[in-house]
T-cell receptor, first 113, second 116 residues
């Protein structure tokens, strides 16, 4: 089976712009979670989608949003980018919802200048 | 705030030696997982241990869990240069029986360097 794929892998944006990141889960996986990883804060949970509905949300401002499509692919959007949004954004999929094993993609490295 | 805290933050050993990393957490958990991350890439799941288990093995990996001390350890035996990576523990908390409210929280990781 193909693993989790994320596009693009690298992105450079300017403060104030918006960005959309994409994640394709492993075939058959219906749960997709997003994480932000920075050297200072580590891995922070953003949100989880299951069956096209957001089921769980981390402690991030409303500038961070996401959605899931009927084929389980997911996108996350960050509006009005700030310098502090520079991070590695990781997507993880799992067969079921919950606290089981997560399969991670390679991440999207976002740099905000 | 982080639930799991790994210790040490960094560890450097020689190939063939054993590496031990520890994880402490604060609240009751349903499971604890260990992941590996190579050089800023995606995380790879290594092992999951449930709260009612005390020890689990997978190849050269041995994980222990002590819920009374709220701590876990990951032992990698006979380490190899390819084991060089960051290792994260993640605590899984399920807050109700329906499973609709749960939380998987990652620590900040231990950077393991295995020198050839």
């Amino acid at each position: 089976k193909a693993g989790v794929t994320q596009t693009p892998r690298y992105l450079i944006k300017t403060r104030g712009q918006q960005v959309t990141l994409s994640c394709s889960p492993i075939s058959g996986h219906r749960s997709v979670s997003w994480y932000q990883q920075t050297p200072g804060q580590g891995l922070q949970f953003l949100f989880e989608y299951f069956s096209e509905t957001q089921r769980n949300k981390g402690n991030f401002p409303g500038r961070f949003s996401g959605r899931q499509f009927s084929n389980s692919r997911s996108e996350m959007n960050v509006s009005t980018l700030e310098l502090g949004d520079s991070a590695l954004y990781l997507c993880a999929s799992s067969l079921f919802r919950g606290i089981g094993e997560q399969y991670f993609g390679p991440g999207t490295r976002l740099t905000v200048t | 705030s982080q639930q799991g805290e790994e210790d040490p933050q960094a560890l450097s050993i020689q190939e063939g030696e054993n590496a031990t990393m520890n994880c402490s957490y604060k609240t009751s958990i349903n499971n604890l997982q260990w992941y590996r991350q190579n050089s800023g890439r995606g995380l790879v799941h290594l092992i999951l241990i449930r709260s009612n288990e005390r020890e689990k093995h997978s190849g050269r990996l041995r994980v222990t869990l002590d819920t009374s001390k709220k701590s876990s350890s990951l032992l990698i035996t006979a380490s190899r240069a390819a084991d060089t990576a960051s290792y994260f523990c993640a605590t899984g908390e399920q807050r109700n029986s329906g499973g609709s409210n749960y939380k998987l929280t990652f620590g900040k990781g231990t950077l393991l360097t295995v020198n050839p």
